[in-house]
């Protein structure tokens, strides 16, 4: 089949995926879900491509792209390669930063083919550096970043998030680095290197708990379910779960008065935010003796009414049912060759005049191997003749 471009917004890209795990997947799906033209470059004879190739996961990361199956230690298969580079807007990649100079795919060499081309790289620890050749995955990351010190309860060891995080921020600020690029060229009508790695991502995403300590030399600490500076913000348990409850400062009143409390807004330990702060225990202690006399429900309603911010705490089953989710269609059908009817998720931006679908499901092992090639200008010959040197599959 030919290009299906998931929407209009970046149909005329054509990007190339030497990708794999999670943090290179997750930028390329980015590019391909708002229409490139996605080459994904698939290993010949590797194992990891046929054994995951069903699971969720593996449907959920490569949604929009077409396949081809190239040995690139090979030369005709690297020639292959080469050929991609010279129609190619994106190439991305997340290998250990030495193996793309021994397999001759580095940016120096692939920026003379193609002087245009933007050569994504995302590593973990970066491509230069006393760590740069550090194996390093999502959890070690998590721990290194500083993330895990300041997750978790306060009496509690570190806790690591429950999602990969570290390669999904990598991810997507690889992406918006490939972006930023393109705009760029419009310019100068010059490709560049982008890099990112997770660590940087990660630590990025610190935030203001990172700021805390660059302008205040403040080190923060694990404070559980609270909000590390804003007093109150909790889980709050009720008569029968939790709540998250999650007021802004001028917002106290409101729900004192929600609670019943009056007499508390005014009170000199917890009037300013400052005193809340200091009094973060005791804030606490009054406010859960309140909701512990209370279903989630009665106390949603309670605070719903006052307009202060709260919510149940779901389980994922419970949020993909929820009626705001189901309205948001954040859950989206695709066909799949090999699984059938699949559900997904789309992206979380909408766009009025291009927005974004998912047009195909994930490919097959090497799919489009014979329709890429004839893209790239190769006869049926040519191909039947790399297939049996075993350069393509």
């Known amino acids: 089949m030919a290009h299906q471009p998931a929407s209009q917004a970046l149909k005329h890209l054509n990007v190339v995926d030497l990708t794999h795990v999670r943090t290179g997947p997750v930028c390329v799906k980015q590019l391909a879900d708002w229409g490139a033209n996605v080459w994904r470059v698939e290993r010949v004879g590797n ?42 807007d994106i190439l991305v990649e997340n290998y250990r930063p030495e193996v793309k100079h021994r397999l001759g795919i580095d940016y120096e060499t692939l920026s003379k083919i193609n002087p245009r081309l933007i050569y994504v790289s995302i590593s973990a620890f970066g491509q230069d550096g006393p760590y740069k050749e550090r194996p390093g995955v999502d959890q070690i990351i998590q721990g290194m970043s500083g993330l895990m010190s300041v997750t978790g309860a306060a009496d509690g060891p570190p806790t690591r998030v429950g999602i990969p995080i570290a390669d999904i921020t990598a991810g997507l600020f690889a992406a918006l680095g490939a972006l930023t690029a393109v705009i760029e060229r419009f310019a100068s009508g010059k490709g ?60 106290w009143g409101r729900l004192c008065k929600a609670l019943g409390r009056e007499d508390l807004i005014d009170h000199p330990d917890f009037a300013a935010k400052e005193a809340r702060r200091k009094n973060r225990k005791m804030v606490n202690d009054l406010i859960e003796g309140i909701t512990l006399t209370m279903t989630s429900e009665e106390l949603l309603g309670r605070l719903s009414a006052a307009d202060v911010p709260a919510g149940v705490i779901y389980d994922i089953g419970q949020t993909f049912n929820d009626p705001q989710v189901k309205h948001l269609k954040m859950a989206h059908p695709v066909k799949s060759k090999k699984l059938g009817d699949i559900t997904l998720m789309r992206q979380p931006i909408s766009l009025s005049r291009t927005p974004s679908t998912i047009a195909v499901a994930t490919p097959e092992f090497g799919e489009h191997t014979d329709e890429i090639m004839a893209e790239l200008g190769y006869g049926a010959d040519e191909v039947a003749k790399l297939r049996a040197a075993k350069a393509v599959e």
């Open 47 to 88: 194992p990891a491509d046929f054994s995951a190739r069903h699971d969720s996961d593996f449907q959920h990361k490569h949604r929009n792209k077409r396949a081809l199956a190239l040995d690139l230690k090979s030369k005709e298969g690297l020639a292959v390669l080469y050929r991609m580079v010279e129609k190619a």
């Open 192 to 251: 560049q290197w982008v890099r990112t790695s997770l660590l940087e991502s990660q630590i990025f995403m610190l935030d203001l708990q990172a700021v805390r300590y660059l302008m205040d030399g403040q080190t923060p600490k694990r404070v559980g379910n609270e909000h590390p500076t804003g007093v109150p913000t909790n889980a709050y348990r009720t008569k029968d779960g939790y709540v998250n409850v999650a007021p802004t400062p001028p917002m």
